[in-house]
């Protein structure tokens, strides 16, 4: 079965800091992983997805998402935090094949600090 | 715009009196979803339903509904709201590759 943890329910950088968080996964076939952003009063929505192509995944906002099969990790990062990072991020896993269900982490919240 | 649309996006009911959530998808997506979300528990799948006419329980079903009998459509039923059912409620659906587009919400108080 699979199943995501994310390390930190709360994070706190300050503005333009490195954003860091992380995200760890159990799979046993090759699974597609995505980052999810979610603003106040706000649905989900996709920064980023993994699946099998470039280990090194570039999102909307500036993120990226690096996949490490070694160490079953899909940590999310961005260079400088900006105010308006302020949300919810939820990492999530799926097998690899299409319409396959889709596990959700917990979630991190993400404070920045001006 | 493609867009996942649900209503009422806020209510608060009594105990036992019956009450839908209505979603609506103009993606043309085949798989629709019902999720709840609540504080460290990330998201829960209640119902799903990969085409019309097809639904299946997902991980938290007890005391939900669903029904699909239209493409575009997939409303969330509580026949009988219990206050543990307050929750934020996600309408959603799965495209190709597992990308999911959620609604907005619905925040559903029961008291």
């Known amino acids: 079965a699979q199943s995501v943890t994310q390390l930190g329910s709360h994070v706190s950088v300050s503005e333009g800091a490195l954003v860091l968080l992380r995200c760890n996964y159990s799979s046993s076939v090759p699974p597609y992983l995505f980052w999810y952003v979610q603003y106040p009063n706000q649905g989900l929505q996709l920064l980023l997805k993994y699946t099998s192509a470039a280990t090194l995944v570039k999102g909307i906002n500036g993120f990226e998402a690096e996949f490490k099969k070694s160490e079953t990790s899909f940590h999310l990062t961005k260079p400088s935090a900006h105010m308006s990072d302020a949300a919810e991020y939820f990492c999530?896993?799926?097998?690899?094949?299409?319409?396959?269900?889709?596990?959700f982490g917990p979630g991190t919240s993400l404070s920045v600090i001006p | 715009e493609a867009q996942v649309t649900q209503n009422p996006r806020y209510l608060i009911t009594v105990t036992g009196k019956k009450l839908t959530v209505t979603c609506s998808q103009n993606m043309n997506h085949e798989y629709m979803s019902w999720y709840r979300q609540d504080p460290g528990l990330g998201l829960r799948q209640i119902y799903y339903?990969?085409?019309?006419?097809?639904?299946d329980k997902g991980d938290v079903p007890e005391g939900y509904k669903v029904s699909r009998k239209e493409k575009r459509n997939f409303p969330l039923i509580l026949e009988s709201p219990s206050p543990n059912q307050t929750s934020l409620y996600f309408c959603?659906?799965?495209?190709?590759?597992?990308?999911?587009?959620f609604g907005e919400g619905s925040w559903l108080t029961v008291v």
């Open positions: 959603a659906t799965q495209g190709a590759g597992n990308t999911i587009y």
């Open positions: 339903s990969m085409n019309v006419e097809v639904t």
């Open positions: 999530a896993v799926s097998e690899g094949t299409s319409y396959d269900k889709v596990i």
